[in-house]
């Protein structure tokens, strides 16, 4: 991910910067010049109003309010707005030939209240005030550098020198312009061409302080790079180069058709100046779906991308900003979540977090981050279409409509972080296994958690899911309290039509209470027995030692056998002849018990050493002897298996045997006899 980190940097900031900058174009559009009222006008006005007679008079001419008109149906609507777009078309059309006209009287206005008869007066400023700010920066610059004797630099106190640079030129820049009087129309023509110069630095800084950032992960990244560091330095520069031309034709765009109408210049042809510098950041975007490094589109597509930004533009010429704002949603925001999730991964990932705040902490950076980009786009096309979607569908039920909608994408984005942050904690707590030193209580708190997180994962998902539909619900205009009734009356109804899922449920809801078993403990119900693997909240997963799983309803179970709780006593039964000593086999068995006991392949899973207990009883062909072990539960079987062996071997060297099962065949004289004399006959037969 590391050498595509600066693509996605690049696409997400050619994507967050076009959003962000057409808001301030679209809001300088309509911007007017203020029309000042004379202070004595006003002053007889408010006199005129607080007369008495006056006042009497009004009330009597004041008309009945009227009833609000029906609202209109939707072919109304669509016609309005088509006769808005005609009038919006013509209405650019007929300004253009006005343009040399306003240029002209514009150009007279910034002579006489600008320049002052001083022709390049703005321009003198501001290139004084630029050269202030930059040897202010370069000073801050030079005694920030002084300070590393070794030549090395912090990520860290990089951005806090850019900052302060950056802070040094503002404030000495911007100071020493309002330290003297200026006249209103200079200084607003200053100030805000100047604010536009810092906030493309701004913007080349911030894209600088991501590319560093993407460059550091790949050096550190101990993966497989998968594209030279010549490739990642040339997306670099495309990316640095293409952002800085957006951002400058947005932001000295926005300062030009913000100043425009206060030189005179009408609103007509403010948004034609508006509208060309969109033409502007649409051949930059068409540039860039053609030329981006990295590309691996077909030129088909790359052709519908190119029509698309085109119609995007038209339907902004159209006055459709809903349209346009949907239209740029779909083709940026994707592209803006992924590239703000990168950036929020690689933060969180150089953070170096740890334990469970560390855990919460990276999963409400990444995913929050994302939802904040899907938040702020939501509540902006909120902004936009709440009133024309409200006269779409009629009065106030449109609006509410819309309303709900929007905030029930607000409503499922909380729920996501909250569902991602307590999946990510219960993931993190199952994955801490304990240590080889712990004891048993740690060991079996361990297990226990294990078992429950999982069902508690489950339940919250329900739950956070039910929440989720009943707030949205509720935003929509939906009634909740008479629904939460008539669910709890079927839910009733459907306990009674399934008896047995509420029996598996509230069965394994008892086996959890009681803890009858854990996740990785063998057990055995009836013909069942096996692993404990996973749970659901209606049945259990057994692993057979063969292999087979069994998926078992918590209610089939029955009766438990936990086989692997606590400690295990295996009872072993043997046998050795009557002429055995039984004294030695006892004293060998309780030597080879004492062997195994401080081997330390067994040591730690033996609780007490294999011994004999005696004799059991007198068999047809032997003694039988029984001896004991107790174990930790599943270690006994190898236990066992080396205790076999080394009795086989010390029974053979103290002649002690094995006693086994045997026959005895007698037979009489006469029937010896035959059975000689028919052998002799085959044998002269063959």
Known sequence: ??????????????????????????????????????????????????????????????????????????????????????????????????????????ASVVTRDVNSGRPGLVVLILTVLIVVGFGAEWLVRRTLASGDS?????????????????????????????????????????????????????????????????????????????????ASEIAQHFWFRRVSLIAGFLLFGWALVSLMPSIGFSVDVVRVAALLCGLGMLAIAIEIVWRRPGRTTSSVRQLLLSFYLIALWLTWVAGLLGVLWLGLYAL?????????????????????????????????IVRGARAAVIGAAVAWLAYLWRIRAAALA???????????????????????????????????????????????????????????????????????????????????????????????????????????????????????????FRVGEYIQSGSYKGTVESFSLRSVRLRHHRGPIFTVPFGELGAIQNMSRDWVMDKIALSVTYDSDVDLARRLIKKIGQELAADPEFAADTIEPLKMQGVDNFGDSGIALRMKLMT???????????????????????????AVPTVHVEGGGDNAAAAQQLLKMKQAAS
């Open 632 to 658: 930790k539960p599943g270690m006994q079987f190898g236990i066992k298996r080396r205790a076999f062996m080394m009795i086989k071997k010390a029974f053979d060297e103290n002649g002690i045997k094995m």
């Open 150 to 230: 070794d030549g090395t630099v912090d990520p860290g106190q990089a951005v806090l020198s850019e900052v302060a640079a950056l802070l040094t030129f503002a404030l000495a820049s911007i100071g020493s312009f309002l330290a003297f009087e200026w006249p209103p129309l200079l200084r607003r023509i200053v100030l805000t061409t100047l604010l536009a110069f810092i906030a493309v630095r701004v913007v080349r800084a911030i894209v600088k302080l991501l590319f560093g950032l993407a460059g550091a992960e790949r050096r550190t990244s101990q993966e497989t790079p998968t594209a030279p560091p010549v």
């Open 394 to 516: 009629g009065g106030q039920t449109g609006g509410l409509v819309v309303s709900g909608l929007l905030n029930s994408i607000i409503i499922l984005l909380v729920a996501d972080l909250l569902w991602q942050m307590a999946k990510a904690l219960i993931a993190y707590r199952m994955e801490l296994a304990p240590k080889d030193e712990s004891n048993a209580d740690d060991l079996a708190r361990n297990d226990r958690l294990r078992t429950l997180l999982p069902i508690f994962r489950n339940v919250l998902a329900v739950f956070i899911a039910a929440v989720s539909v009943l707030t949205i619900l509720s935003g929509l205009g939906v009634q909740i309290a008479p629904l939460i009734a008539g669910a709890g009356i079927f839910g009733v109804a459907i306990g009674f039509g399934s008896q047995t899922l509420v029996k598996d449920v509230l069965s394994g809801v008892f086996y959890m209470l009681d803890d009858a």
């Open 1 to 106: 991910m590391s050498n595509a980190l600066p693509i996605r940097v690049g696409i997400l900031l050619s994507a967050v910067l076009p959003i962000f900058f057409w808001v301030l174009l679209g809001t300088s559009w309509a911007q007017q010049p203020p029309v000042d009222v004379p202070p004595e006008k006003a002053r007889q006005f408010l006199n005129l109003l607080s007369d008495p007679e006056v006042k009497v008079w009004l009330e009597g001419k004041v008309p009945a309010p009227a009833e609000e008109p029906p609202a209109g149906s939707l072919d109304d609507a669509i016609a309005s707005w088509g006769l808005a777009v005609r009038t919006r078309l013509a209405a650019l059309a007929d300004a253009v030939p006005r343009i040399p006209q306003e240029l002209s009287n514009a």
């Open 332 to 364: 940026l925001l994707p592209a803006a979540v992924r590239g703000v999730g990168d950036v929020a991964q690689a933060l969180a990932s150089g953070a170096q977090r740890s334990g469970a705040l560390g855990t919460m902490l990276n999963v409400l």
